[in-house]
Nanobody, 122 residues
Framework: QVQLVETGGGLVQAGGSLRLSCEAS????????MGWYRQCLDKERELVAIISRGDSTVYADFAKGRFSISRGNAKNTIYLQMNSLKPEDTAVYFCSSKGIWAAEAYYDVNVWGNGTLVTVSS
């Protein structure tokens, strides 16, 4: 139904910036909510930011003021702009989607991408 592919991860120095991209494809009309999560070493996966179909956003405390989630012109793509990166931001960042409209119906399904690694050097 939905496939998510993240790009943009890599190695960056502390204080630098990266922009992650997530492209959704598959058999759907539109996605309800999309977001970014991350998993740091030896920690549980945690919310970074989410964006609704109406473009309202929610950010984790650590992301406020530094990270920004947005949609592309085509709403099958979202971005995560990360500024002022810190070594503790090092993690695998995952794109997620929740809820799709397809085949004239709504499906309450959750889909995850495979993640992209962000490494922030100190």
């Amino acid at each position: 139904q939905v496939q998510l592919v993240e790009t943009g991860g890599g190695l960056v120095q502390a204080g630098g910036s990266l922009r992650l991209s997530c492209e959704a494809s598959g058999n759907f009309v539109r996605i309800n909510t999309m977001g970014w999560y991350r998993q740091c070493l030896d920690k549980e996966r945690e919310l970074v930011a989410i964006i609704s179909r109406g473009d309202s956003t929610v950010y984790a405390d650590f992301a406020k003021g530094r990270f920004s989630i947005s949609r592309g012109n085509a709403k099958n793509t979202i971005y995560l702009q990360m500024n002022s990166l810190k070594p503790e931001d090092t993690a695998v960042y995952f794109c997620s989607s929740k809820g799709i409209w397809a085949a004239e119906a709504y499906y309450d399904v959750n889909v995850w991408g495979n993640g992209t690694l962000v490494t922030v050097s100190s």
